[in-house]
């Protein structure tokens, strides 16, 4: 069984660019949800994609918004770099059958903002 | 405003002793509660869960016990091994919240040999 996966693993970008992110799902996994942890702080939850459309939304701007592809991996996209965005993007996968599920975390991305 | 909160920032044991870590809530919608273990450089790890329809669920060396009327939850690592030693998430999802995991800022653990 093939866990999460993200790519890629460290970023450098300078403010006012534009940033794509990647996630393959767990194997077996339809649902890919978004989180971002700055430091010292626990996950934020972005957003989550289940049959390709966005299915719940936390607190971020348009500027964040994603894909899921047929084979369920997922990107992440964020337009116009700020300071603050800078934190660790992580992906998580889960099989949403219409109960409580476990998710189940990649290594995440490092974003820095210069 | 925190709707998941550990107010412990971190704690030391004793390896073989039993380790605490607390977690409050303040969202009375939460139903599902969760604890996460974070090794640095890696993405948390699910650990066990509790639905609010029970108090306690054991899994190992691992027990999470859910207090409803306080909005309180514990997990409880019994013996502590050195590579317990982490950064400890507990997180709450509500229902009808397509599995949005709300997170508190984590408590570290050092298990000391």
Redesign the interface.
């Known amino acids: 069984e093939t866990g999460?996966t993200?790519s890629p693993t460290h970023l450098i970008k300078t403010r006012g660019q534009q940033v794509t992110l990647r996630c393959s799902s767990q194997s077996g996994h339809n649902?890919v949800?978004w989180?971002q942890q700055a430091l010292?702080?626990?996950?934020?939850?972005i957003f989550?994609y289940?049959r390709e459309e966005e299915?719940?939304r936390?607190n971020f701007p348009p500027r964040f918004s994603g894909l899921q592809f047929p084979n369920y991996s997922s990107e992440l996209n964020v337009n116009a770099l700020e300071l603050d965005d800078s934190a660790l993007y992580?992906c998580?996968s889960?099989n949403?059958d219409g109960s409580?599920?476990?998710?189940?975390?990649?290594?995440?991305t490092r974003l820095t903002v210069l | 405003d925190q709707q998941?909160k550990?107010n412990s920032p971190s704690l030391s044991v004793q390896e073989g002793r039993i380790s605490i870590l607390n977690c409050d809530y303040t969202n009375s919608m939460f139903d599902?509660f969760?604890w996460?273990k974070k090794y640095p450089?890696?993405?948390?790890?699910?650990l066990i869960?509790i639905?609010s329809i029970k108090d306690k669920n054991e899994d190992g060396r691992f027990t999470v016990f859910l207090n409803k009327s306080a909005k309180h939850l514990s997990l409880h690592i019994v013996p502590s091994q050195p590579g317990d030693s982490a950064v400890y998430?507990c997180?709450a999802?509500a229902?009808g919240?397509?599995?949005?995991?709300?997170?508190?800022?984590?408590t570290k653990l050092s298990v000391k040999p």
Do not use: D
């Open positions: 999460v993200q649902t949800s989180y010292g702080q626990g996950p934020q939850f989550q289940y299915n719940g936390g992580l998580a889960s949403r409580y599920n476990e998710q189940f975390f990649g290594p995440g | 998941v550990q599902y969760l996460y450089a890696e993405g948390p790890t699910f869960s639905s998430f997180a999802s229902q919240s397509q599995g949005n995991l709300i997170f508190g800022k984590g």
